[in-house]
């Protein structure tokens, strides 16, 4: 292109609400002396960033029974630091990830960082 050219576009339809809006919440613990990055299921914490909130939806029994959504959350530890340390986590499929499948209820995950020694 060799010129300025404005694109615009144009989104239509109903918003479709969450069935059963659920909170989850991350959680990095203060006493944890190193960094890390969380990403996953809406929240996105990086390095310096203490706590996310996202909302997703939870399970439902009308019209159709249908569990909350499963979030799959990844870390990645901050060079210096050492893996991360979950609490919360329903399942771990490899030490860098947290599963959990969001609960008729808040739930909250931790995760903790720490330099290497």
Do not use: R
Not at 96 to 113: D, M, Q, R
Request: aromatic share 4%; with cysteine; proline share 9%.
């Amino acid at each position: 292109m060799d010129e300025t050219h404005t694109i615009g576009a144009v989104f239509s339809g109903p918003v479709k609400a969450l069935a059963n809006p659920q909170k989850l919440s991350l959680t990095k613990d203060p006493e944890g002396s190193g960094y890390g990055t969380v990403k996953g299921g809406g929240v996105i914490c990086e390095a310096l960033c203490t706590s996310e909130t996202a909302v997703l939806y939870g399970p439902v029994e009308v019209p159709k029974v249908k569990a909350g959504a499963k979030v799959l959350l990844k870390a990645t530890s901050a060079p210096g630091s050492g893996a991360v340390q979950w609490t919360g986590c329903e399942t771990n499929p490899t030490p860098s990830e947290c599963v959990l499948v969001i609960p008729n209820g808040p739930s909250t995950i931790g995760a903790k960082f720490d330099e290497l020694e």
